[in-house]
């Protein structure tokens, strides 16, 4: 896994990030920082929160917009936490709902716990003639 870089790596449109990718950000910044009783009843996690695609989805854009954020000295840690953290983490350790309903903090992951949506393939409007 890799760590944070302090600053020096960029993306590919040029800015520079802090964290070289979102596995840096969830192990140097995000896991140190944000500490919840994680008992599975209130609370849940998954020390392999990468094999979950919602949570991999969350947690890059959760990367990303502390990226962006941190560089307003005012209120762009305020907004990161109120607007993208709070909200995103409180849908990933939801035990009920959430990506990491089955697995558990300390028991660890478990491998596809969860269909997929449902869906209908989608037909265009007169294609049923």
């Known amino acids: 896994m890799s760590t944070a870089t302090g600053g020096g790596e960029s993306s590919p449109e040029g800015a520079e990030f802090y ?6 950000f969830v192990s140097g910044y995000l896991a140190p920082t944000v500490r919840r009783r994680l008992n599975g009843t209130s609370a849940t996690w998954c020390p392999r929160w990468w094999e979950h695609p ?58 596809h716990p969860f269909d997929p949506l449902p869906v209908d393939p989608y037909e265009p409007a007169g294609a049923h003639a």
């Open 19 to 24: 964290f070289a990718d979102v596995f840096a």
């Open 54 to 111: 919602e949570a991999g989805a969350r947690l890059s854009a959760l990367w990303l917009a502390w990226e962006h954020l941190r560089h307003d000295p005012m209120l762009g840690m305020s907004t990161w936490w109120l607007h993208h953290a709070d909200p995103h983490l409180r849908v990933l350790t939801d035990p009920d709902t959430g990506p990491f309903g089955a697995c558990s903090p300390r028991g660890g992951h478990t491998a």
